[in-house]
């Protein structure tokens, strides 16, 4: 059975950072894609971040320039290091591989959240 595990996130105040991890079990080959979403209070699940099998990552407006993904294929391990954060990053974040939402249905493979939140 293939499971995921989140890490890493807590209590931080504005301007600081924290560094998510992501791991993998069970897994018998690398996805695809790995991704990171976040979904706030009263908020619909949003893509933060993704990252290809090969290296290449697309990035949601609200977080380019201060979020960076990154992964260790030999692993099957999912990073993001996330600078300058603001208030409205508050929300739980969660890792997924080859994973999508159509219509709120979510598919693919999903970890059970880690809560980030950043105080004023």
């Known amino acids: 059975q293939v499971q995921l595990v989140e890490s890493g996130g807590g209590l931080v105040q504005a301007g600081g950072s924290l560094r998510l991890s992501c791991a993998t079990s069970?897994?018998?080959?690398?996805?695809?894609?790995m991704a990171w979403y976040r979904q706030a209070p009263g908020a619909q699940r949003e893509l933060v971040a993704e990252?290809?099998?090969?290296?290449?990552?697309n990035y949601a407006d609200s977080v380019k320039g201060r979020f960076t993904i990154s992964r260790d294929n030999a692993k099957n391990t999912v990073y993001l290091q996330m600078n300058s954060l603001a208030p409205e990053d508050t929300a739980i974040y969660y890792c997924?591989?080859?994973?999508?939402?159509?219509?709120?249905?979510?598919?693919?493979?999903w970890g059970q959240g880690t809560q980030v939140t950043v105080t004023s």
């Open positions: 997924c591989g080859d994973c999508s939402i159509i219509r709120s249905l979510r598919f693919g493979y």
């Open positions: 069970g897994n018998t080959f690398n996805f695809n894609t």
């Open positions: 990252i290809s099998r090969g290296g290449s990552t």
